[in-house]
């Protein structure tokens, strides 16, 4: 089988985004051909491990070079300035689709990534061959009660994308065009599929749009005395909410047994340290920076939970990398990590408003004790076991091979 995928964000190395599109095009390698079109500032790092790995069916990379701006505007996410470059790069994957169909057998045009809904770039527009849109996410909002407690400068940017949004879900012409072409819709999570539902009237099918190790082994943990360490991972914004599990943790009963470990870097950085300084808490808090994607698995090998405090995701892939470490997870009720998160690998708080976050975070950090950890982590490996990229790649594999038949 023969598939032209449209994946822009996709290296070995990384998390996210970046991450999630070369786990999604390598693990479907194992099923069929893949004709992959990317942006060309990952060509270096894809020529350099595709060599060394084991796959049925290598897939054939075309690069497209969006330009360095472009790649800065890229990596800050969340930047409206960086969708007009990504508009027309999306436009010459089109046309480059259009020649490699001419010359190879194609049976399946596939717009891959970026999993925003707002950007589905134009394969739809290929006619005579099925087209496969998503994992697509991005439907939801964050609620207005944790957006009034941002600064102000938050408060306009995001209460602006919460407007924004809510009218290019309903009325964006190429989303409802896309969405009516579409032979087959995955949806990253419960939410997106209920939207599509509502505001189009189509069905579609839940994959989440990130997965777990292939290979997944126990990790043994040495620790260093009776601390409780926790992690949280991400680009310090204001949709990451450190800020909530600095709260937590200053409210937290049993703060003096508990270390944070902070993997990240991001705007909101200088405000979340000073806030740990005003809580009293800068000596149980530690900010590491930006930290390569090696190193945080390492980092995650060595702590007892993650706390993972986001106000709105798809499926978040350091999730999935938690709980292939055997990484209890207390996150909110929502989105992907929702729908991840049994309760038995993990607790969840619910997702209402910023003091009902910050009291059930700390509430969760309250039950953490080395008996019950040892219990979670057990489970978040039958967990992860569940979720492997293998598995997500052949579900959709086995789609593809109906929409062929």
């Given at each position: ?48 491990v595709l060599p ?24 800050k996410q969340g ?163 450190l800020d909530i ?161």
């Amino acid at each position: 089988m023969n598939v032209l995928v449209s994946c822009f964000a996709c290296g070995p190395n990384w998390g996210s985004e970046v991450g999630m599109g070369w786990n999604w095009v390598i693990n479907l390698s194992q099923f069929c051909q893949l004709e992959v079109i990317t942006e060309k500032g990952f060509q270096n790092e894809i020529e350099e491990v595709l060599p060394t790995l084991t796959i049925k069916y290598p897939p054939k990379f075309h690069y497209i070079d969006i330009g360095e701006h472009a790649r800065i505007l890229f990596r800050k996410q969340g930047s409206f300035k960086f969708y007009q470059y990504y508009k027309e790069w999306q436009l010459e994957a089109y046309n480059i689709s259009l020649q490699i169909i001419s010359e190879r057998n194609i049976q399946i045009a596939h717009q891959l990534n970026m999993t925003g809904y707002r950007e589905p770039g134009y394969l739809w527009q290929i006619e005579k061959i099925p087209f496969v849109w998503g994992p697509v996410a991005g439907f939801g909002q964050i609620p207005w009660s944790f957006i009034w407690q941002m600064s102000f400068k938050n408060k306009l940017f995001w209460g602006a994308k919460h407007i924004i949004n809510a009218y290019q879900m309903r009325y964006y012409s190429r989303v409802k065009k896309c969405t009516k072409r579409a032979d087959l819709i995955v949806a990253a999570t419960k939410e997106t599929q209920i939207f599509l539902k509502e505001l189009y009237q189509k069905e579609s099918t839940i994959i989440n749009d990130s997965g777990t190790f292939n290979e997944i082994e126990p990790v043994v943990r040495i620790k260093n005395g009776e601390k409780i360490e926790l992690i949280w991972v991400g680009i310090i914004n204001a949709r990451k909410s450190l800020d909530i599990a600095i709260k937590a943790l200053a409210s937290s009963k049993n703060r003096e047994n508990i270390e944070l470990h902070v993997c990240g870097n991001g705007p909101e950085e200088k405000n979340c340290k000073i806030l740990s300084q005003s809580l009293g808490i800068e000596n149980l808090v530690t900010f590491h920076g930006k930290v390569e994607h090696k190193e945080v698995i390492e980092k995650m090998k060595r702590v007892d939970a993650m706390l993972f405090t986001s106000l709105m995701e798809g499926t978040p892939n350091v999730v999935n990398e938690a709980l292939s470490m055997g990484l209890p997870v207390i996150c909110h009720d929502n989105c992907g990590q929702g729908e991840l998160i049994k309760p038995e690998c993990g607790i969840k708080v619910p997702y209402i408003n910023p003091d009902t976050s910050i009291t059930g975070f700390a509430n969760a950090i309250d039950k953490l004790n080395k008996p019950n950890i040892k219990q979670m982590s057990q489970h978040a490996y039958i967990r992860a076991k569940e979720l492997t990229w293998r598995c997500k790649a052949e579900k959709v594999f086995s789609e593809y091979c109906k929409l062929i038949d």
